[in-house]
């Protein structure tokens, strides 16, 4: 599956983090993407620059998506939302130009300020997001002190089948989620259009952070061991009043946390690698334990309505379709045939997330 990821400018930056987090809601698809950018250096090269152009190449994206800026989000009330997000306690909060519209600037107790910034004019096409972010003057104002870096985040609401790729088999399911950053082999020609058109790709990332939210069942059966950082519960309380329009109950989703950041070679005096590339494989088992439990005991129920059926042939002249022995044993082992090959798991989450909402 290609799941290669590319972001474009219409002017030269250097992204320090970014960040894409996926969502297997039971069956529903979400990504984040999340890119932090802008610096001291950057701002003394382009202080005429207020206004920047982003075309984000996402081969998962469709037209018909539905696209979130989450800016206002990131705040939320009283800073919970920037806390769950950064990991790291607000101290201070700005608005910019004294109007909550234009973003607001985050000061943190253990890294630096953050200017959060919303994005306008998002274009949706099949493999391409565009839009452009504003108030980039900001970061040369006094009160960044040009140690605030600029942040946008955004929701892609789409398909879970178009960036995980999905093995059914008779005891589990495989979830293959394959996302690239920056693989040059797999660029698509519209880019190199882009490209030749003054556009400029974004092949300075300082870090890549990646993380899978996947349902609990899940088992991870891999992941690189080198970029994983931890794998852990989700917080539903800090969860849902992140997105409160995805409710989540306890302990009912784990996230997969990975990292991997650009390292220098000491005898070239050089970047190693340009790229990034994060593979991970989850299983959910489709006949485990309880379905095992459940198929035995469905078993001996026939077993006992045969051999009831034997016991009254001796002495009944009846056709086999009044016999309730027989309806008993074809609805036992319908039940347990619907129960095996239907989600009911899937059916159910969904079914409660649509009541909630």
Known sequence: MNNAIFILTDVPIEISRLHVCTWDLHGDGLIEIGVEFGSDDWWQKNKQTSKLGFIMSLPFVRAEDKVLCLAHTLVGENNANSKFVFNDTVTTTHTIKDEPANGSILEFRQRDPLAILPIYDIKREDGRLSFSVNNLDILGDKICQGKTSAYIRLLIMTKLENFVLKHSGIAKTSYLYDMKINEMRNLPNQINQYLNNGKYICKTISSCFCMHVVPRDYHVSYTDSNKLKNIRILESEAFNR???????????????????????????????????????????????????????????????????????????????????????????????????????????????????R
């Open 242 to 356: 992140y997105l409160p329009q995805i409710k989540s109950s306890d302990n009912e989703y784990l996230i997969l946390f990975q990292k991997d950041k650009r390292e220098h070679d000491q005898t070239k005096k050089s970047i190693v690698s340009d790229s990034y590339s994060f593979f991970t494989e989850f299983e959910k088992e489709r006949i485990g334990n309880e379905q095992i439990i459940i198929s035995i005991g469905v078993n001996l129920f026939c077993s006992l309505l045969i051999g009831i059926g034997m016991l009254n042939n001796q002495v009944r002249t009846d056709s086999w379709y009044n016999r309730w022995e027989v309806w008993g044993f074809v609805i036992a082992f319908g039940s347990l045939f619907l129960y095996l090959i239907i989600p009911w798991t899937r059916i159910w989450h969904r079914i409660k997330r649509w009541w909630k």
